[in-house]
């Protein structure tokens, strides 16, 4: 596992896509005084020994003017077709500072399967069924 701690944010993707890991969350601690995204601390720690697909939990500090930066909210309406079977739904969300998930459950269709999502700034809203992306929505 590479060490991001200390670094900005995008460089910290950009490692993390490299060593072929995946992000599974990230949070923010807004921080006055600090100037930039950076990752505060990491999961995996720092020299792990890691598989490639390792889900990695991001910690950021990020600076306290970010925080009066509008949220917004959608709720997300996926519908299953039958023809699907059983699939592995995710939902992730990806706004100005982070991509998280905000939903992972095995459903049946069919199905309809409702998600309020939130994020700041620009929010791109992706569906995967079984890992494969079906559905991104910018707005």
Do not use: C, W
Not at 14 to 35: C, D, E, F, K, N
Not at 80 to 98: F, N, W
Request: aromatic letters at 8%.
């Amino acid at each position: 596992m590479p060490s991001l701690e200390g670094l900005p944010y995008e460089e910290a993707l950009t490692l993390i896509s490299q060593a072929h890991l995946q992000i599974r969350r990230v949070s923010r601690s807004y921080l006055p005084g600090v100037q930039e995204i950076t990752v505060s601390s990491q999961y995996p720690l720092s020299g792990s020994q890691v598989s490639q697909g390792t889900e990695v939990l991001l910690t950021l500090s990020v600076p306290s003017t970010y925080e009066s930066l509008g949220q917004k909210s959608a709720s997300v309406s996926v519908e299953i077709p039958a023809s699907a079977g059983t699939v592995r739904l995710r939902i992730t969300v990806q706004d100005r500072y982070e991509t998280k998930e905000v939903y992972s459950n095995d459903h049946t269709g069919p199905a309809t399967v409702e998600q309020l999502v939130s994020g700041y700034g620009m929010i791109t809203i992706r569906v995967y069924f079984d890992n494969q992306l079906i559905r991104e929505d910018t707005f």
